[in-house]
């Protein structure tokens, strides 16, 4: 594996004493997860002050088998957040889905679900009520998917032959 060195390090790790206990003792732990073991040993080969190693990233690279980037990357996230920062993952809020079905939205359907199904159909289609919430306004857009999701956590489904009124009962041992 080549790695690419770069020409002036503009992040440069110096630890505190505290500091280096602690990615220590989380090391020696051995109870955390392997990313954050990872950027522990990242940062104690890579602290430049009197009590550290000062590796190049090169180095580090090699030694923990890494990416320079992973290196260039958890320097960074420790000059510019902390320590914390450079362990966590950090999460964006955008990068979560908002839900389709609220409380609100779910209850009616369920109540379409439960209802009559339209004429000439013996009970409803995931497609039938797929196209059903969009016409009623219940929400602007749904999958057929989405709603046997919704529709399965809640033990209430036309489209199947029980109408999850009450739960099966658990068989008797031979």
């Known amino acids: 594996m080549i790695a690419k060195q770069p020409a002036v390090k503009r992040y440069i790790v110096t630890l505190s004493a505290d500091e280096r206990e602690r990615l220590n003792a989380l090391i020696q732990k051995g109870t955390s997860p392997a990313r954050q073991v990872l950027k522990a040993r990242i940062l104690l080969k890579a602290d430049a002050s009197e009590a550290g190693a000062a590796w190049s990233d090169g180095e580090i690279a090699e030694a923990l088998d890494t990416s320079i980037d992973t290196i260039a ?57 797929e196209t059903a ?42």
């Open 133 to 174: 919430v969009v016409q009623l306004n219940i929400v602007d857009r749904a999958s057929d998917n989405t709603i046997g999701r919704t529709l399965k956590k809640t033990f209430s489904s036309r489209t199947s032959r029980s109408n999850g009124s009450s739960r099966r009962r658990p068989m008797r041992p031979s």
């Open 73 to 129: 990357r958890t320097r960074q996230q420790l000059v510019e957040g902390g320590l914390d920062a450079a362990l966590t993952r950090k999460h964006s809020p955008n990068s979560a889905r908002k839900r389709i079905f609220d409380g609100a939205a779910e209850a009616k359907l369920i109540a379409l679900a439960c209802s009559a199904p339209p004429k000439g159909r013996k009970r409803w289609t995931l497609t039938l009520l």
